[in-house]
């Protein structure tokens, strides 16, 4: 039999997509779809804490976003702030670790300071770490990773040679998190639209058509189960997984 990858994922990233067309479908503004999305997030939040998920990625905001008309963009950063202001203490209180990643200096002052307070309130908690992608591109990720090494290079401290795969993940804004094993993208669309390019190099996909706001714990247990069923051969044989499991 195949070797079957049993064990549950420990970094799970989701593209929360669906929340405009969710608003359209109920003839509502799109900012209501991104209201009713927060629901949902609380709801994978608290559930994947209880399954003892250590990592759990959610893309907020990508760097292609701002393209979008200034009201949802402002109404976004609002309903942002207006999260982080709700929720920082709670996820304290469950030993969440707060996390952002994205450029996040295109913010306004105050909801850059909110970011910074809310990661430093959580930073020692060991439990699941909530990691928010807010103006976030994976080619930026990279872009910036290597530009510093780039720098190095022109100090002199570095030599191209030198230039691994693991020093160009060392200089990305997910350096200390495992890669992501599950990608769940809802929606229905099927892309990555610039989430976590290099981190995804071998993850197992996961599409659904069930909008954002009506993901729920059951959707994330269906995901969760497609993903136990998955081969991870990492470039190996099938057979080769087998015998290193009988060693
Ligand atoms: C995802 O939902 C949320 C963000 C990008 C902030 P969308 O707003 O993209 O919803 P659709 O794709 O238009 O339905
Ligand atoms: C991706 O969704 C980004 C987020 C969910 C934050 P989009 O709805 O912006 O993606 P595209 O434009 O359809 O690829
Ligand atoms: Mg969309």
Not at 24 to 45: C, D, L, N, T, W
Not at 62 to 73: A, G
Not at 182 to 203: D, H, K, P
Request: with cysteine.
């Amino acid at each position: 039999m195949a070797d079957k990858n049993q064990l549950t994922p420990k970094h799970i990233a989701i593209i929360m997509d669906g929340n405009g067309r969710w608003a359209k479908q109920r003839h509502q503004p799109r900012f209501m779809g991104h209201r009713a999305g927060v629901k949902s997030v609380e709801k994978i939040v608290k559930y994947c804490f209880e399954k003892q998920i250590f990592v759990l990625s959610l893309f907020a905001f990508s760097s292609e976003n701002w393209r979008r008309p200034t009201k949802e963009v402002s109404l976004l950063m609002e309903l942002f702030a207006l999260v982080l202001k709700q929720q920082v203490k709670h996820l304290d209180k469950n030993n969440v670790r707060l996390k952002v990643i994205g450029d996040i200096s295109k913010f306004s002052s105050s909801l850059q300071k909110q970011i910074t307070d809310g990661q430093n309130t959580t930073k020692n908690n060991t439990g699941l770490t909530l990691n928010i992608a807010a103006n976030y591109g994976g080619q930026w990720d990279i872009t910036r990773s290597v530009q510093n090494l780039a720098s190095k290079v022109k100090l002199g401290e570095l030599i191209p040679e030198q230039i691994t795969e693991d020093l160009i993940s060392s200089g990305l804004t997910t350096a200390e998190l495992p890669d992501p094993d599950l990608f769940i993208r809802t929606g229905g669309e099927q892309r990555v639209s610039n989430f976590m390019l290099w981190q995804m190099a071998y993850t197992e996909f996961y599409f659904t058509d069930t909008l954002w706001p009506d993901f729920d714990e059951e959707s994330l247990d269906l995901a969760i189960e497609s993903f136990t069923h998955r081969e991870r051969r990492f470039g190996k044989t099938s057979e080769q997984l087998e015998d290193s499991k009988n060693d």
